[in-house]
């Protein structure tokens, strides 16, 4: 099972947004909406941000969000902030046999 | 505040078994409600996930890694552990553990800190 692609890299200025994608096939993103995202700062763990495609846990801000369509997933940064300077990473629920596929991770920079 | 906190030798030589312990404090890992996962990182790349482990037992594996792991638990220690075995340089890796709800899937809410495991001789 291949990973998932993601951009390598998008940059944006403080206050704009961004979107990155996450592309896979009808095995993955798209034939399950199973798709999470996680965030993950240099040294440290990844940290959970977008689940089941659009929801967020508790204490995330709302300027995440997550969308799907067809085997591309993406998630959105609205309002861009210093502090969302990371590297993100996709997540899919690849049926019973693979069960999760990851992205192959994207860096965010605020200009 | 639920924490995990992975554990094990920082240095394996090629060939041997890898083996690393995840403390679960701040909650019972005996629950219903979650699986307890394995997720690698080779420096500079993406994540990897490795298998998960049931408070029933019941294990799942990626299916790349699935003939040299094996996931267990221990609810005494409140500790689940993982065996890799066979390994060799490109398992170096940090590997962390997770937490993953149960009520859906990829919903790793609460991971440890990672741990550096070096394969070489």
């Known amino acids: 099972q291949s990973a998932l692609t993601q951009p390598r890299s998008v940059s944006g200025s403080p206050g704009q947004s961004v979107t990155i994608s996450c592309t896979g096939t009808?095995?993955?993103?798209?034939?399950?909406?199973?798709v999470s995202w996680y965030q993950q700062y240099p040294g440290k763990a990844p940290k959970l941000m977008i689940y089941d495609v659009s929801k967020r846990p508790s204490g995330v801000p709302d300027r995440f969000s997550g969308s799907k369509s067809g085997n591309t997933a993406s998630l959105t940064i609205s309002g861009l902030q210093a502090e969302d300077e990371a590297d993100y990473y996709c997540n899919s629920y690849a049926g019973s046999y693979t069960f999760y596929v990851f992205g192959t991770g994207t860096k965010v920079t605020v200009l | 505040q639920v924490q995990l906190q992975e554990s094990g030798p920082g240095l394996v030589k090629p060939s041997q078994t890898l083996s690393l312990t995840c403390t679960v404090s701040?909650?019972?890992?005996?629950?219903?409600?979650?699986?307890w996962s394995w997720i690698r990182q080779p420096a500079g790349k993406g994540l990897e996930w490795i298998g998960r482990?049931?408070?029933?037992?019941?294990?799942n594996y990626n299916p790349s890694l699935k003939s040299r792991v094996t996931i267990l638990l221990d609810t005494s220690k409140n500790q689940f552990s993982l065996k890799l075995s066979s390994v060799t340089a490109a398992d170096t890796a940090v590997y962390y553990c997770a937490r993953e709800a149960v009520a859906t899937e990829g919903r790793f809410d609460y991971w440890g800190q990672g741990t550096l495991v070096t394969v070489s001789s």
């Open positions: 009808s095995s993955d993103v798209g034939g399950y909406n199973y």
């Open positions: 701040g909650g019972s890992i005996s629950t219903d409600s979650y699986y």
């Open positions: 482990i049931y408070i029933s037992g019941s294990t």
